[in-house]
């Protein structure tokens, strides 16, 4: 059974960064690819980015492009994602998750394993 373990939220003034990591557990951890969802209150869960475990292509919503950037450390079974430049419209629970599938990176549905996610919050 994997685990995944998000930390690094917190609370940070527009134009301010933060790091995210997903630190993953379990013999059974050998995804083709990982990525990073969030969600703000009343809102659905949405794709931030996601990336390819073994070749490292990376993909990223368009409201993040430029911005942020996901990466990952095989030997650790760690993902992160830097977080610049963040605005209040970034405000959400943070969460990571792993999947088998090669197709469709952007759907939460595709996705085999969660994170318990993390809050972060950008102020004004």
Aim: hydrophobic fraction near 35%.
């Amino acid at each position: 059974q994997v685990q995944l373990v998000e930390t690094g939220g917190g609370l940070v003034q527009a134009g301010g960064s933060l790091r995210l990591s997903c630190a993953a557990s379990g013999r059974a951890f050998s995804p083709y690819g990982m990525g990073w969802f969030r969600q703000a209150p009343g809102k659905e869960r949405e794709f931030v980015a996601a990336i390819s475990w073994n070749g490292g292509r990376t993909y990223y919503a368009d409201s993040v492009k430029g911005r942020f950037t996901i990466s990952r450390d095989s030997a650790k079974n760690t993902m992160y994602l830097q977080m610049n430049n963040l605005k209040p419209e970034d405000t959400a629970v943070y969460y990571c998750a792993g999947r088998q599938s090669i197709v469709d990176v952007t759907n939460p549905l595709k996705y085999d394993y969660w994170g318990q996610g993390t809050q972060v919050t950008v102020s004004s």
